[in-house]
């Protein structure tokens, strides 16, 4: 009984707050995209596979210098912020750049200053 209970305060306590509102969701996802940014190694990652069209997590370590343990952390912050989609073929993970996120968020950004 006490779990039922202790779900049903958690529901109330979401249900609570507010709905972001649509300028807090471009500027978090404005945040979001500068942060995966400021990382060279992460700016490398996503040109070079915009310009391939799609890469395996293993073609993209294999381009760069850095250990597979830090490759993986630079494509999941990429994923997480949706700069890079990612899908299974089989055991392996293709990479594709998400070129129409970066131009939205890039214009919305650069449009505050003109």
Same mark, same amino acid.
């Given at each position: 009984?006490? /779990?039922?209970?202790?779900? #049903? @305060?958690? /529901?109330?306590?979401?249900?609570?707050?507010?709905? +972001?509102?649509?300028? /807090?969701?471009?500027?978090?996802?404005?945040?979001?995209?500068?942060?995966?940014?400021?990382?060279? +190694? @992460?700016?490398?990652?996503?040109?070079? $596979?915009?310009?391939? *069209?799609?890469?395996? +997590?293993?073609?993209?370590?294999? !381009?760069? /210098?850095? #250990?597979?343990?830090?490759? =993986?952390?630079?494509?999941?912050?990429?994923?997480?912020?949706?700069?890079?989609? $990612?899908?299974?073929?089989? !055991?392996?993970? $293709?990479?594709?750049?998400?070129? &129409?996120?970066? *131009?939205?968020?890039?214009? &919305?950004? =650069? *449009?505050?200053?003109?």
């Amino acid at each position: 009984m006490p /779990e039922n209970n202790t779900a #049903s @305060r958690r /529901e109330a306590k979401t249900s609570r707050a507010p709905a +972001a509102s649509k300028a /807090e969701r471009d500027i978090t996802l404005a945040d979001n995209l500068f942060a995966a940014l400021a990382h060279p +190694a @992460r700016r490398q990652i996503l040109l070079s $596979v915009h310009y391939r *069209g799609e890469c395996t +997590a293993g073609e993209i370590a294999n !381009r760069f /210098e850095c #250990s597979w343990p830090t490759t =993986s952390r630079h494509l999941a912050m990429l994923v997480t912020c949706d700069l890079l989609t $990612v899908s299974k073929q089989g !055991r392996t993970r $293709v990479y594709s750049a998400n070129s &129409k996120l970066i *131009g939205e968020v890039l214009s &919305k950004w =650069s *449009g505050f200053f003109q």
